[in-house]
């Protein structure tokens, strides 16, 4: 098989920044629906020891692939300097990603700078687990609240075949361990649910964390990206997970912590605990999306399937003023009306988007 094309000047070519209409914005926004930008995702890195098949297949993300250089990333300060500024237009949440952004050396040093510049919002990570165990007491003492940890299997063989980098589950298990001893808890655990890949697997996923605290969230197979072969059929329906693992452990449902918040919420009947489905592809929550995604060159996309992002690091390195760039930030979400997943097609699941390794998940 041909090694997929991806044209690197398209995905990374920026959208020109809006003109901002009126005065500079100085608190909270909204978007053209209504929507409000609470959460920032920000990858630190494009690269990550694995090469999970829906995420970052090996045939396309190998030894040749053209990762970005080390001055093309956002430096920490820079970093810093444009959550403090979201932060003043009504960002409540970071996530820390990548890439795998324990793979950022310092890792926890920009852990320990956000929290200084930000206190008060919440300060989270997105992990594949593997580096874990020998950094978890280092990101907690910087300051991070808690991680989320990508595992999709707990079977040997199907984690190191999805994973495609012969990583063993156990060392996973140990990384979610030190997390949690680290207090970084609950600790959320991630699971990706592929037809005829892992599917089989949910319901020992559900019971080997149920009564430990931890809530495992299962998300619905997504067209993010251009290379990761997806097909509906592969799809398994959430509404399905929960039926599986109620005719095990009866779930019922749970109000939301928050508005906006992604994954439902299904409680254990008989008080061990809650799990957690993403329901982009059945049952899309565009409507209640208030996250914005800040790209490893400081690139700001305002959907996770979004086919090409705003510049701001253009912006940092010119010398603008940190009401400028609010301002450009501004302009850009106040445009925003993005709802890729309630209008999803065959067709449209075809078309380039951004790669999630890019921007995170």
Known sequence: MAKPVIALHELRAALPIPPLSGAAPAGPLADLRGRALRDLRISVTDRCNFRCTYCMPKDVFDADYPF???????TFEEIVRMARIFRGLGMEK?????????LRRGIDRLVAMLRE?????????TTNGSA????AKALAAAGLDRVTVSLDSLDEATFRAMNDADFPVGKVLEGIDAAAAAGL???KVNMVVKRGVNDGQVVDMARHFRGTGHIVRFIEFMDVGSTNGWRMDDVIPSAEVVRRISEHFPLEAAEAHYGGEVAQRWRYGDGAGEIGVISSVTRAFCASCTRARLSTDGQLYTCLFAQRGYDLKQLLRAG???????????????????RYSEIRTAETARGRKVEMSFIGG
């Open 320 to 338: 603008a003023a940190d009401e400028a760039i609010a301002g450009a930030i501004g302009a850009i979400w106040q445009r925003r009306d993005d």
């Open 132 to 135: 874990l165990k020998a950094q």
């Open 68 to 74: 970005l250089p080390h001055e093309a990333l956002l």
């Open 117 to 125: 510049a930000l206190p008060g919002v919440d300060l989270t990570l």
């Open 185 to 187: 808890a609950p600790v």
């Open 94 to 102: 970071v996530r820390l990603t990548g890439g795998e952004p324990l």
